[in-house]
């Protein structure tokens, strides 16, 4: 794949920041859209807009193939054997937070257990805190190695026949660890409990298949792999999905309404209750095909030779500190970083003013920030459209930065 051919095609791109031809680097945030997506959702609006499943004229009907169409195209994007085991979310934190209330709202008491890890994402941790408060189950941390990475031997000795839930980032936000989630679904499983597993930073840059995961729940966001945002996807397995309440009540997921009592629709729908993101869908299925066109496999390729290349020139930046696994095989195209005596956020405006975009802050992990032992860190993160030259430009940026502040202190 060619990057520079990949990053014309998204219109964004093509610009100037501050005088200066803009690098993005904060896809982990969020990803820019291509004009293949932006012109879907375009059409939609323009040609078709119409509520789905209840019509049957014309409209209606184009726009339910074409949404219930996207659900198709998930489907065979992650290798969920049903598009009954795809349900349409605002995103992650709407996923996560459904299997947390619904799921774990049903099967959790006091005594159970639930295992989490150090690096997760508020997303996977809040909705965790909040259901054993409420169910008097024990939320438990599984301890990192030195590098930020998971053992295994750690994970077997965490999880015991009291877990109920486990439920672990695929790939960190912050890290850029990929952890061993297939394992870890096993080991689980060997207890009885159900694995949970937040894909957002990894559906866009790894090819993900769930049945071979065999995770129980599999969550992501549209907006992190070129598609719009507000729309997300929670895969579960079809037997666990039928035994789970909703967790919205209205339109479109009844089955039967009474006077005093209803009931539900059969799955997906019993779970996308009033009108769903028509246009988010769409957009989605349309990222989805601008992602199959040039591959995953390829993608993945790509941003690992670049994290390499980006890995060898930060750390040759003196006093820049990379947190996380030296050892590029053990990371997808995330680096964390601090300069030394420069706050994060003045790190960021810096390399702003050079055109630059990267994140600054905690990135919604302060138990790994804690963990870590700093406040606040800055983040470079890559994806299909970023290039050498990109990881050159943010380097001489990071040398600017230290000679600027050196220079005013």
């Known amino acids: 794949m060619n990057p520079y051919e990949i990053r014309k095609l998204f219109p964004i791109l093509n610009q100037e920041v501050n005088g200066h031809q803009l690098v993005y680097l904060d896809s982990a945030a969020t990803s820019q859209k291509p004009a293949s997506v932006i012109e879907t959702i375009e059409e939609y609006y323009r040609g078709y807009n119409s509520n789905v499943h209840r019509g049957v004229h014309t409209l209606g009907t184009k726009a339910t193939d074409a949404y219930e169409g996207a ?15 795809i349900i349409f979310t605002k995103g ?38 909040q259901i054993a408060k409420q169910t008097g189950a024990t939320l438990k941390y599984l301890p990192l190695k030195e590098d930020g990475t998971i053992s295994l031997d750690d994970v ?30 096993e080991i689980a499983h060997e207890h009885g409990a159900v694995m949970v597993v937040d894909g957002a930073q990894s559906t866009p840059h790894l090819k993900v298949d769930v049945r071979d995961l065999d995770c129980d729940f599999f969550a992501f966001s549209s907006h992190k792999m070129v598609g719009p945002t507000g729309i997300g996807v929670l895969y ?11 967790v919205e009540f209205g339109g479109e997921m009844i089955d039967f309404v009474g006077l005093q009592d209803s009931t539900w ?7 996308e209750g009033g009108t769903p993101i ?10 989805i ?121």
């Open 71 to 85: 659900r198709e195209k998930v489907r065979k994007f992650i290798n969920a054997a049903s598009t009954e085991e």
């Open 92 to 129: 992650t934190t709407a996923s996560l937070n459904m299997v947390a209330r619904s799921y774990g709202g049903a099967n959790l008491s006091a005594g159970d257990e639930i295992v989490i890890s150090y690096m997760e994402h508020h997303s996977n941790i809040i909705p965790w805190q």
């Open 156 to 185: 077997r000795a965490t999880i015991t026949d009291s877990t109920k839930i486990v439920s672990i980032m695929q790939v960190s936000n912050v890290l850029g660890v990929i952890n061993p989630v297939k394992e870890i679904a």
């Open 236 to 246: 579960g397995k079809k037997e666990l999905l039928e035994n789970m309440e909703p």
């Open 265 to 271: 629709k059969e799955l997906p729908w019993k779970f």
């Open 278 to 287: 028509i246009a988010g869908a769409i957009g989605l299925g349309a990222a």
């Open 289 to 409: 095909d601008f992602l199959e066109e040039i591959g995953m496999e390829n993608i993945e390729a790509h941003e690992h030779k670049l994290t390499a290349y980006a890995m060898k020139k930060m750390s040759a930046v003196e006093g820049l500190t990379i947190f996380g696994p030296v050892d590029p095989e053990k990371r997808a195209g995330v680096i964390t970083f601090n300069l030394d005596e420069v706050h994060p956020h003045d790190v960021a405006t810096v390399l702003d003013a050079e055109g630059i975009a990267v994140r600054a802050g905690h990135h919604c992990a302060q138990p790994l920030m804690k963990w870590l032992n700093v406040s606040s860190t800055a983040r470079a993160s890559f994806y299909l459209y970023n290039t050498e030259e990109d990881v050159d430009k943010l380097v001489d940026g990071l040398v600017k930065t230290k000679e600027y502040f050196s220079n005013v202190f």
